[in-house]
């Protein structure tokens, strides 16, 4: 079992431009959801996915951020016209039920020039 | 809604020094309880976890947590650290009917030899 796979480990972006991340749950895990960590901060829960639906999206911010998590394929984390603000390390778990808790990947982190 | 408070940002101490890192949390409704470590550069990695049954609960390397109802509290306890312990904890809690884990702002716990 890979486990949580994010990728690309690292990213950097200019100001304006699009960032995609990309995150695949362990295998058997329908639930995934997306933390942000600011430097020298705790994580910050973003979002939470099942499988083509957004379950609780009350940590997004209100513009340029959006995820999905298609039937088939990673859950995508996109921020569109990034600032360096968003320069960050962003998380990824899974999960299939609560009492078997959370499995975090090893996260992009984004850089915005 | 949850939150959590680390109340150290950072704990010094020396090898095979017992260490405590403490955690509170406040919410009207029952909750699960975690320690997440975070070693540098990389992903969270679950160290333990209370969701119902004794309140004291132990990992494999060590570490144990006391789940203090009256108190609110989840601190996290090991007797002899070592080298290898240096990291960042963090603490979080999930509600038992929610869908997402808040957590603390996280200790750098730093093992000195």
């Known amino acids: 079992n890979a486990g949580v796979m994010q990728n690309p480990r690292h990213l950097v972006r200019r100001r304006g431009q699009e960032a995609r991340l990309r995150c695949s749950p362990m295998?058997?895990?329908?639930?995934v959801y997306w933390y942000r960590q600011l430097p020298e901060e705790g994580l910050k829960f973003m979002v939470y996915?099942?499988?083509?639906?957004?379950?609780?999206e009350s940590g997004m911010p209100k513009e340029r951020f959006s995820a999905e998590f298609p039937k088939e394929g990673p859950s995508i984390l996109r921020i569109q016209q990034v600032v360096r603000g968003d320069s960050a390390a962003y998380f990824c778990?899974?999960?299939?039920?609560?009492?078997?808790?959370?499995?975090f990947g090893s996260g992009t982190r984004l850089t915005v020039v | 809604a949850q939150s959590v408070t680390q109340l150290d940002s950072q704990v010094p101490v020396f090898e095979e020094a017992p260490v405590e890192l403490r955690c509170n949390y406040s919410?009207?409704?029952?909750?699960?309880l975690f320690w997440y470590v975070q070693y540098p550069n990389q992903g969270l990695q679950l160290l333990l976890k209370?969701?119902?049954?004794?309140?004291l609960v132990e990992s494999i390397n060590g570490f144990e947590a006391e789940f203090n109802k009256s108190q609110t509290s989840f601190h996290l306890r090991k007797p002899s650290v070592h080298i290898s312990d240096t990291a960042e904890y963090f603490c979080?809690?999930?509600?038992?009917?929610?869908?997402?884990?808040?957590f603390g702002e996280g200790t750098q716990l730093t093992v000195n030899p």
């Open positions: 778990a899974s999960s299939q039920d609560i009492t078997y808790g959370y499995t």
């Open positions: 979080a809690v999930e509600e038992t009917s929610g869908s997402r884990l808040t």
């Open positions: 919410s009207s409704v029952s909750v699960y």
């Open positions: 996915l099942q499988k083509e639906n957004i379950i609780d």
């Open positions: 209370y969701l119902s049954g004794s309140t």
């Open positions: 295998k058997g895990h329908s639930h």
